[in-house]
């Protein structure tokens, strides 16, 4: 339901129904996160990445790519270098999707 409201643009429906969900995965986060990315609202993805981590939510390869292309939207340069550790910590640095990912967000900040 996440998923088909962000698909339509409708972010505020996408985010009241994550927020009503009791049980949050990487898909969920990745969702949101990647809504926020697509529709050019990086501050807000960023936002949720954090939150994502903060609750201890471990993100995934697809979670990197789309906060990197966040960053890359809002001009985080900062905040990039900083998901760029987690990304070398968590063993993601070789994937070619983030690879990719990562020379995009260094190359537009």
């Known amino acids: 339901l996440v998923n088909m409201y ?7 429906d996408a985010r009241q129904v994550f927020n009503k969900m009791p ?3 990487v898909v969920s986060w990745t969702t949101m996160i990647t809504a926020y990315a697509q529709h050019g609202d990086g501050e807000q993805a960023l936002n949720l ?7 201890r939510v471990k993100p995934d ?4 790519v789309s906060i990197l292309k966040a960053c890359t939207c ?9 998901i760029h550790v ?3 910590n968590g063993g993601f640095e070789s994937d070619m999707f983030v690879a990719n990912s990562l020379v995009d967000m260094y190359a537009k900040c």
Do not use: N, P, Y
């Open 6 to 12: 962000a698909k339509c643009g409708s972010l505020v």
């Open 23 to 25: 049980d949050r995965d």
């Open 86 to 88: 987690h990304i070398i």
């Open 61 to 64: 390869k697809v979670t990197f």
């Open 74 to 82: 809002s001009a985080a340069l900062e905040q990039g270098k900083q």
């Open 49 to 55: 990445f954090w939150q994502m981590q903060w609750e």
